[in-house]
């Protein structure tokens, strides 16, 4: 399979609770011109255009662009709290589950890297309404990070002094990777899970004994 | 001193470079334009009315905006090269310069994180030789990091496996302070730097007790 192909093939994963398909590839198409121009500078006519669609065919599906930008904010943050609460809530030691959440949730910004640009830099944008509705998925992803690493200091695995100091750079880590991945770049999405699995460990100060590689996987 | 007269004077700071006085609050008029509404939806006219001067006034000192972009990127990015060029080549040990150089590069985005959104989030707008120079700058930071990093891995300091991808992933992580970073959060620019070293010295595996508190500072 070609790269365009897989690039295809991964868009209509990424979008596929989006129905009907012209509402998917108008998702799709919006978050390609917000990604290369950024959201202000992008119009509901360039959209429509990428999807090869006509304007009045978009309007449609959606009233407007900020309507686009919360559709495609909803779907990354829930996926980015269902990855979290995935993690969260496993059977295991916190040191399992730290692990696999930064495994997952660096993974997920490597490989949806545009997706990811888009929510996190874009998040102005929205309306206020939208933007209470967003922030507050975020605020219930960074609470199961946080109790994650609570209940690794509480039971004596992580070296913890700073609980939300901690979870923030945790998070920041994982999704600044959105910024810097390229498809190109020597390493894959995998590897990068794999590489933040095992810094932040040691950042929470996980004896290394402890944390072998593949352990929790 | 008001926060209104304080951000004016960090930007007088800031910009000092740059000469005459029109041209200094064209570029920061510009920052603000840029972080605000993307650079691709900022037209000169926007900056020009910002900085209270004319179209015209302004083509007296930027032909285009490209060149306001480019400017900013390279004062941002000479003054990163700086800061990690400064604690690279401190006397003491890697633990030392690299609790240093986390602290003031992390500091740095977050007193200028309207400065640092700019210059990371439209790198690619630079015209191909302005990016190519620039980038140059980012790989020479980038260096200076890494040799850190490795002569604390040489001299048996850091436990660090994989030297490149723990540089990525320190950079990574001070870079996306400029995204998260408030002045009204609740951690002043000082206290990130500190935080933000002690957990880096902890991902390299520095022992605790080889780094205390403000050991460095």
Redesign the interface.
């Given at each position: 399979m070609g790269a365009a192909a897989e690039r295809a093939e991964e868009e209509n994963e990424e979008w596929a609770g989006v129905t009907p398909d012209a509402a998917r590839r108008l998702v799709s198409a919006a978050v390609e011109a917000f990604a290369e121009?950024?959201?202000?500078?992008t119009t509901t006519r360039d959209i429509a255009g990428r999807a090869g669609m006509s304007p009045a065919a978009l309007y449609i599906h959606y009233k407007t662009k900020e309507e686009l930008l919360y559709r495609i904010s909803g779907i990354g943050h829930e996926k980015a709290l269902r990855i979290m609460g995935a993690a969260a809530e496993a059977e295991g030691s916190a040191t399992e589950r730290l692990r696999d959440a930064v495994r997952t949730f660096a993974r997920w910004h490597a490989e949806h890297h545009t997706t990811a640009r888009v929510i996190?830099?874009e998040l102005q944008a929205l309306g206020a309404e939208h933007y209470t509705e967003i922030t507050g998925l975020r605020r219930r992803t960074d609470r199961l990070l946080r109790q994650i690493i609570q209940d690794g200091a509480d039971s004596g695995e992580f070296?913890a002094d700073?609980v939300p100091?901690?979870t923030?750079?945790v998070l920041?880590?994982c999704?600044?990777?959105a910024?810097?991945f390229t498809a190109d770049g020597p390493?894959t999405p995998d590897e990068v899970g794999t590489?933040?699995a095992?810094?932040?460990l040691?950042?929470?100060?996980a004896p290394?004994d402890r944390t072998p590689e593949g352990q929790a996987g």
């Open positions: 121009r950024g959201y202000h500078a996190q830099y070296r700073d100091g901690t923030l750079a920041s880590l999704v600044d990777v910024r810097w390493r590489l933040y095992d810094l932040v040691r950042m929470v100060g290394a």
